[in-house]
């Protein structure tokens, strides 16, 4: 059985260091999405970027679960929160931040397990 995930506490500041406006609406100018990752979210969960980018403007607190799962570990760490995008669609978000990037691994529709954790985690 896995140990209880971390709960990480990370110190993001939204509006300066994730997000931006410009003439289109709102950006993550250091969202890290690879061609692969898009097109599995699309072709799996019909998912797109500016999901993602929602799902980031609307996490308020700083909260982040470590995935420290064996399988799962990743140097730098690999974390996970759960928000919803502008069309309330709840979604979990798993990314790695290095050097000021935040690196999307993918995006999907919690299953209940993952929102238990979560919700409980507060």
Known sequence: ?????????????IYDTICIYNFIGLQMKN??????????IWE????????VEECFFNHFEPKYIED???QNKTNPPTY????ENHQSVRL???????????????????NEVELSIYNNSK
């Open 1 to 13: 059985m896995e140990a209880d995930p971390k709960i990480v506490l990370l110190n993001l500041k």
């Open 44 to 51: 799996k969960h019909q998912l797109r970027r500016v999901d």
């Open 31 to 40: 969202l890290i999405t690879s061609q692969s990752v898009l097109d599995h």
């Open 80 to 83: 996970w929160f759960i928000s």
């Open 92 to 110: 979990k978000v798993v990314c790695v931040f290095k050097d000021g990037q935040v690196y999307l691994k993918t995006a999907y529709p919690p």
């Open 68 to 70: 420290d799962r064996t």
